[in-house]
T-cell receptor, first 112, second 116 residues
Framework: DAKTTQPNSMESNEEEPVHLPCNHS???????IHWYRQLPSQGPEYVIH???SNVNNRMASLAIAEDRKSSTLILHRATLRDAAVYYC?????????????FGKGTKLSVKP | NAGVTQTPKFRVLKTGQSMTLLCAQD?????MYWYRQDPGMGLRLIHY???????AKGEVPDGYNVSRLKKQNFLLGLESAAPSQTSVYFC???????????????FGPGTRLTVL
């Protein structure tokens, strides 16, 4: 699986938008971009994923660069509950093993 | 619908003791995984299973064994615990291995294991 690069930590104020960047310059054409997050003392949970087009769901938006070498997870209005470690992970559409390869992620702190 | 559950939530072992961690899922998923997470690190794959009766090694399999006798259960065993196995263990399951939406992985709450 291709590697991703994320900042170690970011800070945000409550109710402000947050943009979490991820670089994946060696992404292949069949790699999906997945985001998971891990709240304190919990298991990771799925946030969003995409292939080429920008994606929106109830939790977040995913903006994918035209060359797909980078992406940004957007939380439109951060809440205290969004404080977590966010992982950007590449998944091969034809993968046979299926496990997620986690980096260290970005630790997001949200200030009231 | 409980999702993925793990038993126990906490455990303290002495070096050399054995134990089994149980993972159960009620989503009829084919794929199940065991990860470990050390402080400040991302999760690393220990073993995985692509279906009932099958298991395979992941990135860090040494010192662990697994079994998948029933589709809904995936057991992780430590035959002779070592302090290096002190970690938080997460189980996950998914419908398929691909990168598409159907492959979303669902994680359990974790088991915090300390080996003295």
């Amino acid at each position: 699986d291709a590697k991703t690069t994320q900042p170690n930590s970011m800070e945000s104020n409550e109710e402000e938008p947050v943009h979490l960047p991820c670089n994946h310059s060696t992404i292949s054409g069949t790699d999906y971009i997945h985001w998971y997050r891990q709240l304190p003392s919990q298991g990771p949970e799925y946030v969003i994923h995409g292939l080429t087009s920008n994606v929106n769901n109830r939790m977040a938006s995913l903006a994918i660069a035209e060359d797909r070498k980078s992406s940004t997870l957007i939380l439109h209005r951060a809440t205290l509950r969004d404080a977590a470690v966010y992982y950007c992970i590449l998944r091969d559409a034809g993968g046979s093993q299926g496990n997620l390869i986690f980096g260290k992620g970005t630790k997001l702190s949200v200030k009231p | 619908n409980a999702g993925v559950t793990q038993t126990p939530k906490f455990r303290v072992l002495k070096t050399g003791q054995s134990m089994t961690l149980l993972c159960a899922q009620d989503m009829n998923h084919e794929y199940m995984y065991w990860y470990r997470q050390d402080p400040g690190m991302g999760l690393r794959l220990i073993h995985y299973s692509v279906g009932e009766g099958t298991t395979a090694k992941g990135e860090v399999p040494d010192g662990y064994n697994v079994s998948r006798l029933k589709k809904q259960n995936f057991l992780l065993g430590l035959e002779s615990a070592a302090p290096s196995q002190t970690s938080v263990y997460f189980c996950a399951s998914s419908y398929s291995p691909s990168g598409s939406k159907a492959d979303t992985q669902y994680f359990g709450p974790g088991t915090r294991l300390t080996v003295l």
